[in-house]
């Protein structure tokens, strides 16, 4: 399997330029250097790992002006792209893949702030119901707008790019059993 390395120093008006360095690649050599297994695995668990702390610092610096955190600003993602804006509350515990506590303490908050309400189920006593607001549409929107600008974590990425990494992410989550 070729192997691409990383790109090489160019120079500026003949200057020297010291060459770029790749924290993932000089992971996967001294990690296959030191006999450890699977060197390659080794390096793209790791660039998923680094690609999800700086998208993830990204966001949440971008989502403070709106006094949200991922996990408030994920449910109300969630809640806006289903059906009436409503799901039981199991649900979106599944959906996040949250632990449910997590959910209810996240919807406290959002509830105190009149971007969610939550209702027991008319049907199933056992089931409480989320429900996005007016309020929360609006909030949503403000903060979509800030994140968009911000290219949602992802500021330097092309269109093609952001593309092309959906689509190799969805590979590997088929190949890993994640549907």
Same mark, same amino acid.
């Given at each position: 399997?070729?192997?691409?390395?990383?790109?090489?120093?160019?120079?500026?008006?003949?200057?020297?330029?010291?060459? @770029?360095?790749?924290?993932?690649?000089?992971?996967?050599?001294?990690?296959?250097?030191?006999?450890?297994?699977?060197?390659?695995?080794?390096?793209?668990?790791?660039?998923?790992?680094?690609?999800?702390?700086?998208?993830?610092?990204?966001?949440?610096?971008?989502?403070?002006?709106?006094?949200?955190?991922?996990?408030?600003?994920?449910? &109300?993602? /969630?809640?806006?792209?289903?059906?009436?804006? /409503?799901?039981?509350?199991?649900?979106?515990? %599944?959906? &996040?893949?949250?632990?449910?506590?997590?959910?209810?303490?996240?919807?406290?908050?959002?509830?105190?702030?009149?971007?969610?309400?939550? =209702? *027991?189920? *008319?049907?199933? %006593?056992?089931?409480?119901? =989320?429900? &996005?607001?007016?309020?929360?549409?609006?909030?949503?929107?403000?903060?979509? %707008? /800030?994140?968009?600008?911000?290219?949602?974590?992802? *500021? #330097?990425?092309?269109?093609?790019?952001?593309?092309?990494?959906?689509?190799?992410?969805? #590979?590997?989550? #088929?190949?890993?059993?994640? @549907?």
């Amino acid at each position: 399997m070729s192997r691409k390395q990383p790109s090489e120093p160019s120079s500026d008006a003949g200057g020297d330029v010291a060459p @770029r360095r790749d924290s993932i690649e000089w992971s996967r050599r001294r990690w296959a250097d030191a006999g450890e297994p699977e060197p390659d695995h080794f390096a793209a668990m790791a660039a998923v790992m680094r690609l999800h702390q700086v998208v993830g610092a990204e966001l949440d610096r971008a989502l403070r002006e709106h006094d949200l955190t991922r996990t408030a600003y994920l449910i &109300l993602c /969630t809640l806006r792209i289903a059906g009436d804006h /409503t799901l039981p509350m199991g649900q979106l515990s %599944r959906r &996040l893949m949250l632990h449910p506590t997590t959910i209810s303490l996240v919807a406290d908050k959002l509830e105190k702030r009149a971007l969610v309400t939550r =209702a *027991p189920h *008319p049907t199933d %006593r056992r089931t409480v119901l =989320a429900t &996005l607001t007016g309020e929360g549409v609006a909030a949503l929107a403000d903060a979509n %707008r /800030t994140l968009a600008q911000a290219g949602y974590g992802l *500021p #330097e990425v092309s269109d093609r790019l952001a593309i092309t990494l959906t689509e190799v992410v969805r #590979e590997v989550r #088929e190949r890993i059993g994640d @549907r």
